[in-house]
Nanobody, 123 residues
Framework: QLQASGGGLVQAGGSLRLSCAAS??????MGWFRQAPGKEREWVST????????SYADSVKGRFTISRDNSKNTVYLQMNSLKPEDTAVYYC????????????????????WGQGTLVTVSS
């Protein structure tokens, strides 16, 4: 139900835009997580259906921007000023209901997951 794309190899300081296309009706809450080699999955950002609530992990705040186009049932993650430590497999996640802001970082709150797209940032 969730198909992520847009990953690739980029030099440090560069940009990438990830997309996550959902099938069916728009999910209320959609977000991005990432998992670097040998590390646990880490929350990146979340957006509600209306766009009224957006939240970012401190590690990406000011560099990444999440957005969504409900007419296309797609959520985006614009990643700028990329760093080698941003290297990871990025997963989109979704839930049919609202996730409160204090719980957006919890992977267990999300019911649906995409297959992941690899982002590699070279130094």
């Amino acid at each position: 139900q969730l198909q992520a794309s847009g990953g690739g190899l980029v030099q440090a300081g560069g940009s990438l835009r990830l997309s996550c296309a959902a099938s069916g009706r728009p999910f209320y809450t959609m977000g991005w997580f990432r998992q670097a080699p040998g590390k646990e999955r880490e929350w990146v950002s979340t957006i509600l259906r209306s766009g009224s609530r957006i939240s970012y992990a401190d590690s990406v705040k000011g560099r990444f921007t999440i957005s969504r186009d409900n007419s296309k049932n797609t959520v985006y993650l614009q990643m700028n000023s990329l760093k080698p430590e941003d290297t990871a497999v990025y997963y989109c996640a979704a839930k049919n209901q609202q996730i409160i802001m204090s719980a957006m970082h919890l992977a267990g709150q999300y019911d649906h997951w995409g297959q992941g797209t690899l982002v590699t940032v070279s130094s």
